[in-house]
């Protein structure tokens, strides 16, 4: 892979990548390539809001352009970068496709976490509803 800028979340080579699906509950993987922008913009709004969820989400980078990482960004349905892959218990339940809001990363990222008693669910039920956070809602869904 050629040298250049890289996001800040740590890497995720395709030999690692069962032990840290497996060895985490929460997993969000930043899918990113070195000649996107977006995604240049995008990293520090992810590491403000990687910050806040340190120790309950373990996150990791894979860039679309490794040779040994395409059959796993095919299999996470990436079709545009910056995405993020997210699994629970090693299984994945969702991918974010976009650059979207950091308020929208929080919501998207607490509706992976386990409900524990006291815990406000408002921010998880808006995610679902598509109400407050919806980040996956497309451009043409906006016209409606």
Same mark, same amino acid.
């Given at each position: 892979?050629?040298?250049?800028?890289?996001?800040?979340?740590?890497?995720?080579?395709?030999?690692? +990548?069962?032990? @840290? +699906?497996?060895?985490?509950?929460?997993?969000?993987?930043?899918?990113?390539?070195?000649?996107?922008?977006? #995604?240049?913009?995008?990293?520090?709004?992810? /590491?403000?809001?990687?910050?806040?969820?340190?120790?309950?989400?373990?996150?990791?980078?894979?860039?679309?352009?490794?040779?040994? +990482? @395409?059959?796993?960004?095919?299999?996470?349905?990436? @079709?545009?970068?910056?995405?993020?892959?997210?699994?629970? #218990?090693?299984?994945?339940?969702?991918?974010?496709?976009?650059?979207?809001?950091?308020?929208?990363?929080?919501?998207?990222?607490?509706?992976?976490?386990?409900?524990?008693?006291?815990?406000?669910?408002?921010?998880?039920?808006?995610?679902?509803?598509?109400?407050? /956070?919806?980040?996956?809602?497309?451009?043409?869904?906006?016209?409606?």
């Amino acid at each position: 892979m050629p040298e250049g800028w890289r996001p800040s979340s740590p890497p995720v080579s395709a030999a690692e +990548l069962s032990a @840290v +699906l497996t060895g985490n509950p929460v997993v969000i993987i930043h899918f990113w390539a070195a000649w996107n922008g977006a #995604d240049r913009l995008f990293d520090p709004k992810l /590491a403000n809001v990687r910050a806040e969820f340190e120790g309950r989400i373990e996150f990791r980078s894979a860039d679309v352009d490794d040779p040994e +990482l @395409v059959s796993f960004c095919r299999e996470c349905e990436v @079709v545009n970068v910056p995405a993020l892959g997210c699994f629970v #218990d090693g299984e994945r339940v969702k991918t974010i496709i976009g650059a979207i809001p950091e308020d929208n990363l929080r919501a998207a990222f607490r509706s992976l976490l386990p409900q524990s008693a006291g815990d406000e669910p408002q921010a998880a039920a808006d995610y679902e509803s598509g109400g407050a /956070a919806r980040p996956n809602r497309q451009w043409w869904q906006f016209w409606k």
